[in-house]
């Protein structure tokens, strides 16, 4: 199983930046998908998650900012990140999560957001 998440990068504060993580090794369809982040020196927090139905929830602080979408054509999961500040700085994690508890994760991609 292997979960390749791409997009980071650096972003000025009130910029956009879009994540992608790439799955293989699964029933795609049939996993939610998540998205966590781990800014430096915290814990890793959900940011956002999308069911097998494409059911989307969000933390409070990115709601009405990031976009959580998949394409299980494509087997990929897709966070779509607007206005955003320098405390979303972090590296975030695509996870795939299975209704047997089975998780996946990605190694993660780091974004940057200067002030």
């Known amino acids: 199983v292997q979960l390749q998440a791409s997009g980071g990068g650096l972003v000025q504060t009130g910029g956009s930046l879009g994540l992608s993580c790439a799955a293989s090794?699964?029933?795609?369809?049939?996993?939610?998908m998540r998205w966590y982040r781990q800014a430096p020196g915290k814990q890793r927090e959900w940011v956002a998650g999308?069911?097998?139905?494409?059911?989307?929830t969000y933390v409070d602080s990115v709601k009405g900012r990031f976009t959580i979408s998949r394409d299980n054509a494509k087997n990929t999961v897709y966070l779509q990140m607007s206005s955003l500040k320098p405390e979303d700085t972090a590296v975030y994690y695509c996870?795939?999560?299975?209704?047997?508890?089975?998780?996946?994760w990605g190694k993660g991609t780091l974004v940057t957001v200067s002030s």
């Open positions: 996870n795939a999560h299975s209704v047997m508890r089975t998780d996946y």
């Open positions: 090794g699964i029933v795609f369809s049939r996993y939610s």
């Open positions: 999308i069911t097998s139905g494409g059911d989307a």
